[in-house]
């Protein structure tokens, strides 16, 4: 019933940018957080940035500054800045929104896009 399709992952030099974008589609009537994780070699799956419906944003620590999370509500997507990226960004990198589905009676759940891949390498 909801799809979130990722796009923007690519290979990219150290210092350089890239913009990933999540957008949802299906009966949606409102979407809650919206947030990136990535999964790094070896490493369990971790939240990156996340973004509330007030616009309120947070953080890893490791890409303040560099990182930058976004909204377009009447698109239903989301987007992910990331600027000064390291090779330690290197990452499968997932978005995550909590929606709630027509009917708007249901409770919200989680959704996942299908994950893009992020490499920093020179």
């Known amino acids: 019933q909801v799809q979130l399709v990722e796009s923007g992952g690519g290979l990219v030099q150290p210092g350089g940018s890239l913009r990933l974008s999540c957008s949802a589609s299906?009966?949606?009537?409102?979407?809650?957080?919206m947030g990136w994780y990535r999964q790094r070699p070896g490493k369990q799956r971790e939240l990156v940035a996340h973004i509330t419906e007030d616009y309120i944003t947070n953080y890893e620590d490791s890409v303040k500054g560099r990182f930058t999370i976004s909204r377009d509500n009447p698109k239903n997507t989301a987007y992910l800045q990331m600027d000064s990226l390291k090779p330690e960004d290197t990452a499968v990198y997932y978005c995550?929104?909590?929606?709630?589905?027509?009917?708007?009676?249901?409770?919200?759940?989680?959704?996942w896009g299908q994950g893009t891949q992020v490499t920093v390498s020179s």
């Open positions: 299906g009966s949606i009537y409102t979407i809650h957080g």
């Open positions: 995550n929104f909590r929606i709630i589905i027509q009917p708007a009676n249901q409770p919200p759940a989680n959704y």
